[in-house]
């Protein structure tokens, strides 16, 4: 089993910035993958952004490229989602996502709300 918590959610003016954490515990010795997904009001879920186990290929939506940067710290067992020229239909509940022996874990989710 593998436990998911975010953090870092908010209101923020357009333009602005946020940096959402996602922290692992359990069984994270078999943790490959991670992510960021949202999910917008009356919208399905939308993936956002993948990182591999090392760090070292990354992965971004189309709507996020050049803004969002994911990157994770294995030593803090952490996975961070850098938000950048945040938009108003960036808002949305933002989960974090852990791939661990074919089977997908979810955090609770973080409220994200770009408004002016």
């Not at 089993?1 to 602005?16: A, H, K, T």
């Not at 910035?17 to 996602?22: A, N």
């Not at 994770?72 to 850098?82: G, P, S």
């Not at 996502?97 to 074919?102: E, F, R, T, V, Y």
Request: aromatic residues 8%.
């Amino acid at each position: 089993q593998v436990q998911l918590v975010e953090s870092g959610g908010g209101l923020v003016q357009p333009g602005g910035s946020l940096r959402l954490s996602c922290v692992a515990s359990g069984n994270i010795f078999r943790i490959n993958a991670m992510g960021w997904y949202r999910q917008a009001p009356g919208k399905e879920r939308e993936l956002v952004a993948t990182i591999n186990s090392n760090g070292g290929s990354t992965m971004y939506a189309d709507s996020v490229k050049g803004r969002f940067t994911i990157s994770r710290d294995n030593a803090k067992n952490t996975v961070y989602l850098q938000m950048n020229t945040l938009k108003p239909e960036d808002t949305a509940v933002y989960y974090c996502n852990a791939l661990s022996m074919m089977r997908h874990y979810w955090g609770q989710g973080t409220q994200v709300t770009v408004s002016s």
